[in-house]
């Protein structure tokens, strides 16, 4: 049976046209944002009733989405309350999935922390995986946390179809870990606002069928 996850970035949040690193700080989404996983979730749907209609010529059970997991900060909540909805379900929530902890960086701008930390700053360019900023988390503890939840999600729901829905930083460590990617090339994945991955998982590997993906009116 083939188990396939949808893997959603949350929406655009409010005061995104200034780049920060936002990670634990609990930004709501934006007016556009909410319009954004709107549009993925009617996507999610017509997936998922193409595949049904498919489905006796296709090793994979059950109708709809069986779950929707997601981050427990309300960009991600939020988000995952919009896909749920549209499947009768309630997400559930798993505080492993959170964005990555910046610590004192949090709420700055990229050019504020350049200014304000330069020498750190450097640092986190050039060692991504065993560097953080004061009080916050390495490349490498996110890893750990985020690839155990998502094993553990898959694992629950064999030959299903499932959702997550978390954020830039979460989605990077799982698709990385995926493709087999070395994580000090994290940041060579990138995750739009409402981005949609889609992975199929066969018995032997996992394939990625989507990576990405924009979905508009």
Not at 70 to 88: F, P, Q, T, Y
Not at 113 to 132: H, Q, R
Not at 165 to 190: K, S
Request: hydrophobic share 40%; charged share 25%; net charge negative.
């Amino acid at each position: 049976m083939v188990t396939t996850l949808y893997l959603i970035r949350h929406g655009e949040t409010e005061g995104s046209e200034t780049k920060r690193y936002k990670g634990t700080l609990d930004v709501p989404l934006s007016e556009k944002g909410t319009k954004q996983v709107e549009c993925v979730s009617q996507y999610i749907l017509k997936l998922v009733s193409t595949r049904q209609k498919e489905e006796d010529t296709l090793p994979v059970s059950g109708p709809g989405l069986r779950a929707v997991y997601c981050s427990d900060l309300s960009r991600a909540l939020k988000s995952a309350e919009i896909i749920a909805r549209l499947h009768s379900l309630n997400p559930i929530v798993a505080p492993s999935l959170r964005e990555r902890n910046f610590g004192l960086w949090e709420g700055m701008s990229f050019d504020e922390i350049k200014v304000k930390y330069p020498g750190e700053f450097d640092d986190w360019a050039g060692n991504p995986l065993t560097f953080s900023p004061v009080n916050g988390e390495t490349t490498l503890e996110v890893r750990d946390r985020v690839v155990e939840a998502f094993k553990k999600i898959v694992h629950a729901h064999p030959g299903e179809r499932v959702a997550i829905v978390a954020h830039g930083g979460v989605n990077r460590v799982i698709l990385c870990h995926i493709l087999g990617i070395p994580m000090e090339n994290i940041f060579r994945v990138e995750q739009d606002f409402a981005a949609l991955n889609i992975i199929e998982f066969w018995d032997r590997y996992p394939v990625v069928k989507l990576m990405n993906g924009i979905i508009q009116d």
